[in-house]
């Protein structure tokens, strides 16, 4: 894959002045799972039933749900040296107990919102 960091210094200037809405630009889906692995926990607005599975035999569980849930194998800097310019953040309370309030969730629990912030900016 080619350095695609700079992708929009190269739009001709017709598009200088199109407004984002009428563009096509490259996101990532469901950002931060490339950090996803088999010991993440499964979130709590995941069914009932995965909870359950994930306590009875949460070895084929967190597995099977890790697969589900991965849809990037790049870290966020990556992506945007890849040329996506917009970020699928999504981010819930952690569960009870944690020390860190804020992860990122995709079926399971990322990274803790505090660990990503200053590699965003």
């Not at 749900?65 to 310019?85: F, I, N, P, Y």
């Not at 804020?102 to 912030?117: D, G, I, N, P, S």
Request: one cysteine or more; hydrophobic letters at 40%; aromatic letters at 8%.
């Amino acid at each position: 894959m080619g350095d695609q960091a700079d992708w929009m210094s190269q739009l001709c200037p017709q598009l200088w002045d199109v407004p984002l809405h009428h563009l096509s630009i490259p996101g990532s889906h469901d950002t931060m799972t490339y950090c996803l692995n088999r010991k993440s926990r499964i979130s709590r607005a995941s069914s009932w039933l995965l909870h359950l599975l994930g306590r009875v035999v949460p070895f084929i569980t967190g597995p099977v749900v890790m697969k589900w849930s991965v849809t990037q194998t790049l870290d966020v800097t990556q992506q945007l040296d890849a040329g996506v310019r917009y970020l699928d953040l999504r981010i819930a309370h952690a569960p009870e107990g944690s020390t860190r309030n804020l992860c990122f969730v995709h079926m399971m629990y990322t990274k803790a919102l505090v660990e990503v912030t200053p590699s965003l900016r």
